[in-house]
């Protein structure tokens, strides 16, 4: 029976066939079925139905069942599941873990031993180049010193003749004499060597380094679960790893693992400077060890409380240049150095800033022009930033009023020109036919000209409103035309008297007359108490100012712009400024080819000089 095996079986219906297949699928579903189990190849030809899927080669069970895993075997839903493991199986090696770690260590050990035996080597003809040993620095001693020598001259005793033997040894002993800086020079070096060995020589760190190799090789491992974020590892360029945000889990105390990205994200940070070339490869190197770095762990917080990395990558990199300039100036300026704090201020930036806040003009206390400077010498690289050449649109106006006194006539005059003019309408009274006789022009530019047409007699120009009280008033008059020898008054009158009268009767004028080229006070009619410079005098080419300020009884009249003269009204009349409450700006003329202009009327905060 042994002999009969289903192989030699032959087909029912082929009787000249060997069986050849058998069915091992959907038999539950057939179970009724007549189909027989077994196929030769005639019955597979024949049947049109067949489904391969189904059936399995009976020589493969015997063949292969041993050794294999067999495609159709056993009946399962996915048959991918069988054909993967058959993939598996069929690459001998990638399975073979055992043999594959066994492999492993053989080499490395094998490498290990040669690695360290190489270096061990190394070590000790490093070592033998130095006298290293007490006996060998004593073979030494003894080649440089001829002891042995001499030790055996001594022996040589011939007690006999002392004499020849003394000569003996004298000889010696005087030849070694004569190499005493040669047996100096070599035991020195002896020495030398000996201490130099004895200085460098250091057991620590090969210890060291061996403790650290044991770490290492304690975490072989052939296995992802046991190796720390090992699918973590990428290769990404250095500067994504900049931007991995790892601040924040690392800003709080916990058990944290030291890594690559960690260790990049402090080195690379831009206030470092570090060159790409160097990221790049710091960054290979501790990608490389990554798993090992990750044994390290750490029950603190990367960063102080509160704080992290400065973000110096948000910012431009000029900026961060100004920054680094900053930080250095500032180390400088903190070394309390007089000669470079005043180099900063004595540089054009700084000088320029202070000669602005310095400038007459602005009206800063001493205190705050202070601090201003020493802020300006504090942040000095920044002001880089700032373009001081040509900055001003005229840099003599600012030397003008920055180095300006502002007791001077000229800044005064400037003033006086912005301010607005009051346009104080001038009229001729009835008064001696003043409206007849006498012409008041107002020019395009708002002076008012007044002209008499004959000589008549005196008549009266006033302005249209009374004076107020408490404003500050400057009138200016200009000659415009007076004959030699003539004369002309400024004042005021009171309303009331206008055309009644001239205005002598109140006496708070001053008359004046065409003296050579000048005009010169004469006679006494209140405004002629003398305040500055004897007498009045003024060419005709300027102007006579008259101020008022009622409030105060202030009637005066100086010449302008010198202002070497002022004349203020007699004391005696000054109660009247208060006393009166129709007063008005008053002229009086009375020569034909008399031409009178009132330049200007301004209100001023205070009348200066
Ligand atoms: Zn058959």
């Known amino acids: 029976m042994d002999t009969i095996t289903i192989q030699n079986l032959k087909c029912n219906k082929h009787p000249n066939k060997n069986l050849q297949f058998i069915q091992v699928n959907d038999i539950l579903t057939q179970s009724i079925s007549t189909k027989p189990l077994f196929y030769c190849s005639s019955c597979f030809n024949h049947d049109l139905h067949f489904q391969s899927i ?56 094998e490498e290990f031993l040669n690695k360290i035996d190489i ?50 040894c004298k000889e010696f002993i005087s030849q070694m004499e004569s190499q005493k800086d040669k047996n100096t020079e070599l035991l020195q070096s002896l020495l ?45 360029s250095t500067r994504s790893h900049q931007q991995t945000n790892i601040t924040n889990q690392n800003n709080q105390i916990g058990d944290f693992k030291l890594g ?52 110096f990558s948000k910012i431009s990199e000029e900026k961060i240049n100004f920054i680094e300039e900053y930080v250095k100036h500032s180390v400088a300026l903190s070394r309390g150095e007089q000669q470079f704090e005043q180099e900063a201020k004595d540089s054009l930036e700084i000088k320029q800033m202070i000669q602005i806040v310095e400038s007459k003009m602005s009206f800063l206390k001493q205190d705050f022009i202070q601090q201003f400077e020493k802020f300006l010498v504090d942040v000095k690289p920044f002001l880089k930033q700032i373009n001081f050449t040509n900055s001003f649109t005229d840099k003599q106006k600012f030397d003008f009023f920055r180095n300006i006194n502002l ?32 012409v008041v022009n107002k020019k395009e530019n708002g002076y008012y000209e007044i002209e008499k047409l004959n000589n008549i007699g005196w008549v009266n120009c006033i302005s249209s409103i009374n004076l107020q009280k408490d404003l500050k008033y400057i009138f200016r008059i200009k000659v ?15 309303n009331s008297d206008t055309g009644i009268t001239d205005g002598s009767t109140n006496e708070l004028i001053c008359q004046l007359q065409k003296n050579n080229q000048s005009v010169i006070k004469v006679g006494s009619w209140g405004i002629d108490k003398q305040l500055k410079g004897a007498g009045f005098k003024t060419s005709v080419e300027n102007m006579i100012e008259l101020r008022l300020y009622l409030k105060e009884q202030i009637l005066e009249m100086l010449d302008y712009p010198n202002y070497e003269y002022k004349l203020g009204l007699d004391d005696k009349y000054k109660v009247k400024l208060t006393q009166f409450d129709d007063l008005r700006f008053y002229i009086g003329i009375c020569n034909q080819e008399t031409k009178i202009i009132l330049m200007d009327v301004k209100i001023v905060n205070e009348f200066i000089y």
């Open 260 to 311: 690559s990205d960690l260790i990049m994200k402090l080195v690379s940070n831009e206030s470092n400077f570090c060159s790409d070339q160097f990221l790049n490869k710091l960054n290979d190197i501790l990608q490389s060890i990554n798993p090992l770095l990750k044994q390290f762990s750490f029950k603190t917080a990367v960063f102080k409380e509160n704080k992290e990395q400065i973000d």
């Open 407 to 438: 007791k001077d006539s000229k800044l005064y005059t400037l003033f006086e020109e912005n301010l607005p003019n009051l346009d104080l309408k001038l009229f001729a009274t009835e008064y001696n036919n003043g409206q007849r006789d006498c």
């Open 119 to 168: 270096i061990q080597k190394k070590m000790i003809n490093e070592a033998l180049k130095y006298p290293i040993d007490t006996q060998q620095i004593i073979k030494r001693y003894q080649d440089i010193s001829n002891i042995l020598q001499f030790k055996q001259l001594l022996n040589n005793q011939q007690p006999n003749n002392l004499q020849d033997h003394s000569i003996l």
């Open 480 to 494: 415009e035309s007076l004959n030699e020898g003539k004369c002309f008054i400024i004042g005021l009158m009171k």
């Open 192 to 236: 030398t060597q000996a201490n130099q060995l004895q200085k460098n020589f250091n057991m620590e760190y090969p210890h060291m380094i061996k403790q650290q190799l044991f770490t290492f090789i304690d975490h072989i491992s052939f296995f992802n679960l046991e190796i720390p974020e090992v699918n973590s590892i990428n290769h990404n």
């Open 54 to 109: 189904n059936y399995l080669m009976i020589d493969q069970i015997f063949q292969e069942a041993e050794t294999n895993i067999i495609p159709k075997w056993p009946p399962v839903n996915n048959y991918q599941i069988i054909s993967d493991l058959i993939d598996l199986t069929s690459n001998q090696s990638s399975l073979d873990y055992v043999q594959q770690i066994t492999d492993f260590f053989d080499q490395f050990k």
